[in-house]
């Protein structure tokens, strides 16, 4: 079946660095890809998406592109912030059928002034 | 966005008891409402799939007598996890897709912390 595969973390950055979260994934036909970010306690929150590829999605400095080639989809941004803490979370879709998600185990990402 | 709420946000309840969750789309309606499960730092694991007037699909290894689910309106889906245990203690989340728009975008509640005691 399908399945996402992302970094382990956690993370640990400073402020003002680079970041990088890798995501690969499997899926037997051409999905939708996604990162979503859920801050403590609370639900999750679309980042960014891409629904064919070579799109790159973008929001609040994060990008992804999706690489049908190398069947990935990272997450990068060029400074983080502290209010970036959060978890990540790499997920696919199905644009056929119930269109359920399919999500990686999630990286936990933390920024030190 | 699309607002999807979730009901209530913590619940502590004893063993062998039953808890009610609701998951309301506030402003679309949504004939297909997700569940899913979270063990702490690890990911959302889908249990259901609830379908507006007909009976949920569960994921394999869930067991559909012990966490019911009831999707009569097409803003309303709710789980019930009956006869509650420790071990069913976790994060709950639901998520629902606004069919009205083209957009492949799900929508996610606040989530729900279950606590069995």
């Known amino acids: 079946g399908d399945s996402v595969t992302q970094m382990e973390g956690p993370v640990t950055l400073s402020e003002e660095a680079f970041l990088t979260i890798n995501c690969t994934y499997t899926?037997?036909?051409?999905?939708?890809l996604f990162w979503y970010v859920q801050y403590p306690g609370e639900g999750l929150q679309l980042l960014l998406k891409a629904t064919k590829a070579d799109d790159k999605g973008s929001n609040k400095g994060f990008e992804a592109t999706y690489r049908k080639e190398t069947t990935s989809f990272h997450l990068e941004k060029g400074s983080v912030q502290v209010s970036d803490s959060a978890v990540y979370f790499c997920a696919l879709s199905e644009k056929k059928g119930a269109q359920k998600l399919v999500f990686g185990q999630g990286t936990r990402l933390t920024i030190n002034p | 966005g699309a607002v999807v709420s979730q009901h209530p946000s913590r619940v502590i309840c004893k063993s062998g008891t039953s808890v009610k969750i609701e998951c309301r789309s506030l402003?679309?309606?949504?004939?297909?409402m997700f569940w899913y499960r979270q063990f702490p730092k690890q990911s959302l694991m889908l249990m259901a799939t609830?379908?507006?007037?007909?009976?949920?699909?569960?994921e394999q290894g869930v067991e559909k007598d012990k966490f019911l689910i009831n999707h009569a309106s097409l803003t309303l889906s709710t789980l019930t996890v009956t006869s509650a245990h420790p071990e069913d203690s976790s994060f709950y989340i639901c998520s629902a897709r606004d069919p009205g728009t083209a957009d492949t975008e799900a929508f996610f509640g606040q989530g729900t912390r279950l606590t069995v005691v």
């Open positions: 402003d679309f309606q949504a004939t297909t």
């Open positions: 899926a037997t036909g051409y999905p939708s």
């Open positions: 609830s379908n507006e007037g007909s009976k949920a699909t569960y």
